[in-house]
């Protein structure tokens, strides 16, 4: 038998609209990996300039002067349309440019190295998969292939297979697309199993089945969902929530209280300017996280437009007025979620608090209010559960032999209704939301005109009546029914649904017995086999561009440090002219280089290490 050190490793991420978050089970326990800035969670921000790509910490670090070509948030546009509301009022507040592409998808435009590009929202958040990944690598030594990657509980099928096609570019091997609120209910319940385990005065393990509400609101998405734990196993009741609601509208109810404070103040409208947007924003999310410890602080942007400052005092009373209507919303779904799961909020036994939003004081108070004064479980880290949760459900579809770990077994529910558009064009419900995952239901249709020998199946996804407004599937032509007066041919229409979230729908003719079926999985989506191939190919294009610039900067660094230490390392005069030359020789060869490939810099990088290889040690 192979050696369980013989297993690749399977890492969580919790990729967030605003910041990112790897974990991976070892010695037995999920650890959180920091960055390379020692960071737990990256920003997910993805940055063009004339030398490069920065990714994470390096991107959000230069975005006040690089906003159009900085790109974040990406998240709240991936499998979504260019014409839905939601992305039209996004972009209103975005630097970054976002134009529509084919099918209506989609595309952010940046400069980069001097030429206009365009990008999907999946290639955007494969490259922040790309930095998460690495991040991982570095910390393991070794390659990472195999990943669980999370999304909000209420994401439809086109935003999953969006998700899980942007981790295929990254070079990763998604192995299961994971509800946030899900991950999060298993870092609570595994928390709290191996925390009893080291009880010695308790030996036998709490058998008894509780009610856990997950209340996630991070800097883009609302989930909230409610499950029953018991050792070892998670079920997921009910779920609900909203994938445009989060850190970012707070910010934006801010950025337009500002706005207006500018413009009635100098009579100057800073709508139109990117680059002042984008540097109030910066002030306003610092201003909205002082807000959770401070009950006033203010907002300061030196020279913010046409060379006016601009400094204001802002109030936590006034930043809750500002979005009451946002945080009332939070605790509307709770209550849709109670009532999808039939409980009565009493029958709650924990609530537990995830994502960073919920650091805002006044969401932790309507929450505690909503449950009666209920304590609220902030025990986890909200930046980090998400993570912890997706690397422990990793380590378990890995083959981790660790018992806990081994005998995890999650039980998970439809995030939306599924079901087929009727003759009259309504949509007839087949599989309720929130039913649990495997199941199979069945429907049936009758033939709307006489002698009619075919049927259309369309397959739709969404809660409304009229099935235009929901989200296509897909749709198949079943053919071989028998001529016949409307209304008497049968057709039987099959969902099944696997534990992998995996939809195979089948019709069939009862009177003939002819048959037809599709599979819809997460592979599928808008993006075909070749443009997912074409964009693997050109994320090795611009890792092998980022490689490249590395090198660069690598040799400037060195070249500029042994100049530098000629002057103080003590050496001869001789030795001293030697290095400055050797040292001025590198930079004017990189001046003059400005294509030269990665192998030719390693190529001077390593001529300076074998010259001088007491004072390039560290490099």
Known sequence: MASRRNIAPAIGIDLGTTYSCVAVWQNNRAEIIPNDQGNRITPSCVAFTEDGRLLGDAAKNQTDMNPTNTVFAVKRLIGR???????????????????????????????????????????????????????????????????????????????????????????LNVMRIMDEPTAAAIAYGFDKITKGRKKTLKKTKDKKKKSVLIFDLGGGTFDVSLLSVVHGKFVVQATTGDTHLGGEDFDDRLVE??????????????????????????????????????????????????GVDFSTRISRARFEELNKEL?????????KCLSDAKIDKTGVDVVVLVGGSTRIPKIQQLVQDFFKGKELCMGIHPDEAVAYGAAIQAANLNGERDKDVKNLVLVDVTPLSLGVCDNDGKMTFVVPRNTPIPTKKMTSRVTAIDNQTSCLISIYEGEIADSKYNNLLAEFTLDGIEPAPKGVSKVDVCFDIDADGILTVSAEVKSSGHKKKIVISKQNGDLTAAEIQKM?????????????????????????????????????????????????????WLETNHHAEIGEINKQLKELKTTFPALCEEN
């Open 536 to 588: 693997i190919e050109d994320a090795a294009h611009y890792k092998a561009e980022d490689e490249k610039h590395k090198a660069r900067i690598s040799l400037e660094y060195l070249a500029e440090k042994l100049k530098s230490m000629a002057m103080d390392s003590g050496c001869s005069a001789s030795e001293m002219k030697t290095m400055e030359e050797k040292a001025e020789n590198a930079i004017a």
């Open 81 to 171: 349309r260019f014409s839905d509301s939601i992305v039209q009022n996004d972009v209103k507040y975005w630097p970054f440019k976002v134009v529509a592409g084919p099918k209506d998808r989609p595309k952010i435009v940046v400069n980069y190295r001097g030429v206009e590009k365009q990008f999907y929202a999946e290639e955007i958040s494969s490259m922040v998969l790309v930095k998460m990944k690495e991040i991982a690598e570095t910390y393991l030594g070794s390659i990472v292939k195999n990943a669980i990657i999370t999304v909000p509980a209420y994401f439809n099928d086109s935003q999953r297979q969006a998700t899980k096609n942007a981790g295929a570019i990254a070079g």
């Open 257 to 306: 209280h500002c706005v207006k404070e500018f413009k009635k103040k100098y009579n100057k409208d800073i709508t139109g300017n990117a680059k002042s947007l984008r540097r109030l924003r910066t002030a306003c999310e610092r201003a909205k996280r002082m807000l959770s410890s401070s009950v006033m602080t203010s907002i300061d942007v030196d020279y913010l437009y046409e």
């Open 327 to 335: 945080f009332t919303r939070c605790t509307d779904l709770i209550e």
